[in-house]
């Protein structure tokens, strides 16, 4: 099996710097910028104490890299700063979620991550408080449909996007980790009570666990395709932190109790797999005997991972599951139904 | 058929992958020999590539300019070339981050550098291309890099664009110059290039001390022909900022190295109608 290169390089960077050659570099580097991933390879080289060994031109992308990482990492700590004292109002738990999470607790995945927008949670009954106060502070709701709107607060996990009217920032309010038409019937709550406070924050945090959990749905019960290699590499490094801090039999009971085995059981398995990590023994036996194994599912991970005509066709069902994932049979259809008799209502009125 | 070939336009080397039959050749006609390379280096780690391919889009614009997965845009085969200039220019812009970078054109002459920002249509690429037959070193017509290290001038050596009206002019002025690659109907008019005199190409690594700012404005209703004002430092720190591709992302250090630049040059702002006399005065006024 081919392994991306990226991949390669974050499974044991000396070994890639011993037998890299300068057309791999380039490659490296262009498929790192592509992913926005050339700040994360400044951060990996710099873990294993190697910058000063690699070739000239890769510390220049490297340093390109970081100082755009350090004008983003900025602008996310403004921008919480500027939302404290709106949340400091509440009386229920607002969490960090994904990015902004994993920069609060500086986290090894972390270091060089870009980020495109804020996620937060807040419990389901407290959504529309939280979103007035953010509507105080100058957060806005684009207009939409009332379809498209039920669809947001309905069916998937989070309102429609916030942005503030000056800066510009785009925040989005989550009430639950997974689509709710996913019919999942995931355990949300268990989310709050793993959270601990940030110190001299209003914010809280989702125990590390929780943290991989979330990364994990997102990765294996999904449809998208263009940023495996990414969403690969965050497990990667958030696995290494839970295994040195012997967290990962709690990452499973957590798992189990939430109601995202299958997630998780997988994701490890494909870590272990790409990576090359060795899985401590009492784990890796469950993951071998676990009724949540999806050989099929993680085949066609992999197949997609590849070039060529099979790896098209196991993206094309990649994305089939991943719509069966985030959408129940039901609300599928009648999603379908409701957005195919809307467009042909409007083609219509338009037409008349 | 597929073919490879780099660009080595200091300070960044470029591998170029295009099934394009005439893109080398064409290209030949505006890089000399030492820049343009038709085969990469093995032994070399590029900073960009590009894939310049054709690819099924319908009737019209084949071409696609591509750096890794970002699409940049498609082109129509007899606008290789302006599609090609724009794309690396974008490469450049959107990603590197050594230099703070500010859209201005960049000369020098005898070791001071003359930095003109402008926007379109003010006579910026005209005046850069006249200063560059005139006998000054061109540093870029687009992209001003400043050097976080000694607050030197990077050059960027690449063909002169030259847009509509400015293509004549710049051949009223200079009968005999050679004008390449006229390229009529894109989205910028007809653009025509100019290849960098050969003491530009030279230099193509040399930095130069930052001297003047200049703020062209053609003006063809002005009561004089031509005339030149100092600008406030603290107006031209502004406009810089402004128009810089990477201001925000330096920070505190975009700041600190605009400040030092407007504290060591002199900044004019120049409105003319009469090329010939703008540029004898210019001269006069700079040399």
Redesign the interface.
């Known amino acids: 099996m081919l392994v991306p290169l990226l991949i390669q390089c974050f499974r044991d960077p000396k070994q890639f710097l011993a037998k890299a050659?300068?057309?791999c570099?380039?490659?490296l580097?262009?498929?790192a910028?592509?992913l926005g991933l050339t700040a994360q390879l400044k951060a990996l080289f710099e873990r294993h104490s190697m910058l000063d060994e690699l070739?000239e031109?890769?510390q220049?992308?490297c340093?390109?890299?970081w100082?755009?990482y350090?004008?983003q990492r900025?602008s996310l700590f403004y921008e919480l700063m500027q939302l404290e004292p709106t949340l400091a109002q509440t009386n229920y738990p607002c969490l960090l979620l994904k990015g902004a999470a994993y920069q609060a607790l500086g986290l090894a995945v972390s270091e060089g991550r870009l980020y495109s927008d804020i996620d937060l949670l807040v419990s389901r009954s407290q959504l529309a408080d939280c979103k007035a106060k953010l509507f105080f502070a100058g957060f806005f709701e684009p207009a939409m449909s009332a379809y498209d709107k039920h669809f947001y607060l309905e069916l998937s996990h989070e309102n429609p996007p916030l942005y503030h009217v000056k800066r510009g920032t785009a925040l989005d309010l989550h009430f639950a980790l997974f689509p709710l038409a996913g019919h999942k019937n995931l355990a949300t709550e268990q989310v709050f009570a793993s959270a601990s406070p940030l110190e001299g924050s209003c914010f809280q945090v989702p125990s590390l666990s929780y943290l991989y959990i979330h990364a994990a749905i997102h990765f294996f019960w999904q449809e998208e395709r263009?940023k495996l290699i990414k969403d690969l590499i965050d497990l990667d490094l958030l696995y290494t932190q839970l295994a040195e801090k012997q967290l990962l039999q709690q990452l499973l009971n957590d798992s189990e109790q939430f109601g995202a085995l299958e997630p998780v059981v997988n994701t490890l398995l494909l870590v272990e797999k790409l990576f090359n990590r060795k899985l401590p023994a009492e784990i890796a036996s469950q993951l071998v005997n676990s009724h949540e194994r999806r050989d099929l599912a993680r085949a066609l991970l992999l197949r997609q991972l590849q070039t060529g005509t099979i790896a098209t066709l196991a993206g094309a069902l990649w994305y089939l599951r991943g719509y069966r994932h985030k959408m129940h049979w039901r609300a599928l259809l009648r999603h379908v139904w409701v957005k195919s008799s809307l467009m042909l209502r409007q083609r219509r009125q338009s037409a008349s | 058929m597929l073919s490879l070939f780099a660009l080595y336009a200091s300070p960044f080397t470029v591998q170029i992958a295009t099934d394009s039959p005439t893109l080398f050749s064409d290209l030949s006609r505006l890089y000399p020999e030492q820049v343009l390379r038709p085969d990469p280096s093995p032994a070399h780690i590029y900073d960009f590539h590009i894939d310049y391919k054709r690819r099924f889009s319908g009737k019209s614009r084949p071409y696609h300019f591509r750096t890794g997965t970002e699409h940049f845009r498609m082109a129509d085969a007899h606008q290789l070339i302006p599609t090609f200039e724009w794309g690396l220019n974008w490469c450049v812009s959107a990603y590197q981050q050594q230099y703070l970078a500010i859209h201005a054109a960049v000369l020098e002459k005898d070791g001071n550098a003359l930095i003109m920002p402008a926007p379109p249509g003010s006579g910026k690429s005209t005046l850069c291309a006249l200063l560059m037959l005139r006998g000054w070193r061109l540093l870029s017509d687009e992209m001003c890099l400043i050097d976080p290290a000694n607050g030197q001038l990077q050059p960027y050596v690449r063909p002169v664009s030259l847009k509509n009206a400015s293509i004549d002019v710049i051949q009223q002025h200079q009968p005999g110059v050679e004008v390449f690659h006229r390229t009529p109907d894109t989205e910028k008019g007809t653009v025509a290039y100019l290849r960098p005199t050969d003491l530009s190409w030279q230099q193509l690594n040399t930095q130069a001390k930052p001297a003047w700012i200049l703020f062209p404005a053609y003006q063809a209703d002005a009561a004089e022909p031509v005339a030149l004002f100092t600008m406030p430092k603290a107006d031209t720190l502004l406009y810089l900022a402004q128009n810089s591709f990477n201001y925000a992302v330096f920070a505190a250090e975009g700041f600190n190295l605009l400040s030092q630049l407007v504290e060591n040059t002199e900044s004019f702002r120049l409105e003319y109608n009469d090329t010939r006399q703008m540029l004898e005065l210019l001269e006069q006024v700079l040399c």
């Open positions: 050659s300068a057309a570099w380039t490659d580097l262009q498929q910028r592509s070739p031109t890769v220049k992308h340093a390109w890299g100082r755009y350090q004008k900025a263009h």
